[in-house]
């Protein structure tokens, strides 16, 4: 009989697909000097810790929406950049643990509670939490995409991060979903 997927259990599942994906790209770069992080690339930002960084403070800012902190506007203008690859990979640890955390809360009635995010010069943005949360897992993939990339002008091979979100391919995900202390069962199955 097929199972019933409801909005919050899959943006859970594309939460942990983000993390997923993440944990897999910074593996992967962690073989490259901070010279080959920081070369100039062809990219919408011009290096790999240019692209990462930008990953990290948009994170943050609609992350920080969703769970409703105030003073973002200003967080966002004061971003600072993580300066290495270990600084960064701690800093969106924490990012996607936040926003996995958020989403392992969600239910039907948050999927469609309106989130306001300040913009700057007063102006609010309003918008429902799929709304954000859709858009945000797309600025992810199309940055990462770009990482993807990038990585291919190194001596580093690009990790595979599409398949997270296909039950069926457990199998490719393995050594990650323990390491990130995930259980199959729990993520496709139901809700903690």
Known sequence: MPVAIDLAGA?????RANRLANHRLHGAMAALPLAGLQAPRVGFFPSL???LNHILGVDQYYVGSLLGEPGLAAAWAAFVPAA???ALR???ALSDERLTTFCDALDAAGCAREVQMARGGGRIQRDLV???LA????????HRGQLHAMLSGTAVAPPQLDEFLMPSEAHLRQAEMAALGWDEAVVY????
């Open 11 to 15: 943006l859970a599942i594309q939460a």
């Open 49 to 51: 810790m240019a692209t």
């Open 84 to 86: 290495d690859l270990a």
């Open 90 to 92: 701690q800093r969106q």
């Open 130 to 132: 799929a709304h954000v």
């Open 135 to 142: 858009h945000l897992f797309m600025h992810q993939t199309h």
């Open 189 to 192: 199955g139901g809700r903690r």
